[in-house]
């Protein structure tokens, strides 16, 4: 609401489409808290257009996100990671200014073992002009996002977003079912402490990649030596990274040449809020903010967190020569 009151021709729908998601946030927390207790873990038994495993949970939390805001009149198209192309708002549904792409279960692999994942969402005003939307109104460069942000369920359920105006936290608060402002105006360090990467593909990565987490690693030319976590959720690195001050990294290799994280839906939201927090986010050449999508699913590699540690990194790999 505050943040409402800065737009003095805001009509209160962004604020009412940021609600709604809170609602599938809150829908799917419940799920998550309980999933041990009933019959959501393990696998759905269908794959997605990336060739995964679907798990109960995706399917869940796909459905919640999409129900939650389809029938609203606030948006005209969703895109998410679980379904092959974009879900235009069904015939007979008014369809309104926003489009809302997601990723409704992060870190789908730590689901089964009760490790931190989350949700994450991006807002872009429609591109088309009317009707239901489209693939172009889905594919637009992350600059032009209208809000962002994520819900991580961890030791408690916390939502994060911009709206371009800082970052701001909020955490659940299960006796009274609502989101409250825990963590106003989020800033992260300028240099990080921490790096997060799946250091198992060292082997894999180019020479510039190796050289940057050795540096990181062992310290170099006045870098403090840095400590490592890997949770093997994006949501809970970044969150970690952006509340305690690190940096994560996951870059193409021999067998991801074009990485392994979604632009749209996971990269675009993130870099956002980074950079809204003071942080900085590139695929190793170009800000993220500025690549236009060609496709949906595509992936890029990705540098993100504290400005200082990713312009470190992306000087060292927009260096490297290009080999064939
Ligand atoms: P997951 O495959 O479990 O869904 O989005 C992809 C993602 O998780 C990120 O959340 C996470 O940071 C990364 O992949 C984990 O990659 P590794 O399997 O290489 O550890």
């Known amino acids: 609401m505050e943040q409402e009151r800065l737009h003095p021709h805001a009509t209160g729908e962004l604020s009412n489409?940021?609600?709604?998601?809170?609602?599938?946030?809150?829908?799917?927390?419940?799920?998550?808290?309980r999933?041990?207790?009933?019959?959501?873990?393990?696998?759905?038994?269908?794959?997605?257009?990336?060739?995964e495993q679907q798990q109960k949970l995706d399917v869940f939390a796909n459905e919640t996100v999409r129900n939650a805001i389809h029938y609203t009149g606030r948006v005209c198209v969703t895109a998410s990671e679980e379904d092959d192309e974009p879900v235009p708002v069904p015939a007979g549904q008014r369809a309104g200014k926003y489009?809302?792409?997601?990723?409704?279960?992060?870190?789908?692999?730590?689901?089964?073992?009760?490790?931190?994942?989350?949700?994450?969402?991006?807002?872009?005003?429609r591109v088309s002009r009317n009707g239901p939307g489209n693939a172009k109104d889905?594919?637009?460069?992350?600059?032009?996002?209208?809000?962002?942000g994520y819900v991580l369920y961890g030791s408690s359920t916390m939502l994060v977003y911009t709206t371009g105006k800082g970052v701001h936290g909020f955490t659940l608060d299960p006796t009274i079912g609502e989101f409250l402002l825990?963590?106003?105006?989020?800033?992260?360090?300028p240099v990080g402490g921490y790096y997060s990467i799946n250091e198992s593909n060292f082997d894999r990565w180019s020479p510039a990649v190796q050289r940057v987490i050795t540096n990181w690693k062992k310290g170099e030319g006045g870098i403090k030596p840095k400590n490592m976590r890997w949770v093997a959720s994006l949501v809970a690195d970044f969150h970690r990274n952006l509340?305690?001050?690190?940096?994560?990294?996951?870059?193409?290799?021999?067998?991801?040449?074009?990485?392994?994280?979604?632009?749209?839906?996971e990269c675009a939201p993130m870099a956002f809020i980074c950079e809204q927090a003071g942080g900085a986010a590139?695929?190793?050449?170009?800000?993220i903010l500025d690549i236009v999508?060609?496709?949906?699913?595509?992936?890029t590699p990705l540098v993100i967190g504290a400005k200082a540690d990713v312009e470190y990194a992306t000087e060292i790999i927009a260096a490297e020569p290009v080999t064939a």
């Open 17 to 33: 489409l940021l609600y709604d998601i809170c609602l599938a946030a809150k829908i799917i927390s419940r799920q998550v808290r």
């Open 182 to 189: 825990s963590h106003p105006d989020i800033k992260t360090a």
């Open 243 to 265: 509340l305690a001050g690190g940096v994560f990294i996951y870059p193409t290799d021999s067998k991801s040449p074009q990485g392994k994280l979604r632009l749209v839906y």
């Open 282 to 287: 590139t695929d190793g050449h170009r800000r």
């Open 35 to 51: 999933a041990g207790l009933t019959d959501i873990l393990g696998a759905f038994g269908t794959k997605n257009i990336q060739g």
């Open 99 to 125: 489009v809302v792409v997601f990723d409704p279960l992060d870190g789908s692999s730590n689901i089964d073992v009760n490790i931190p994942i989350g949700t994450i969402f991006s807002i872009y005003r």
């Open 293 to 299: 999508p060609d496709t949906l699913h595509q992936k």
């Open 138 to 148: 889905c594919l637009q460069a992350g600059r032009h996002q209208v809000a962002a």
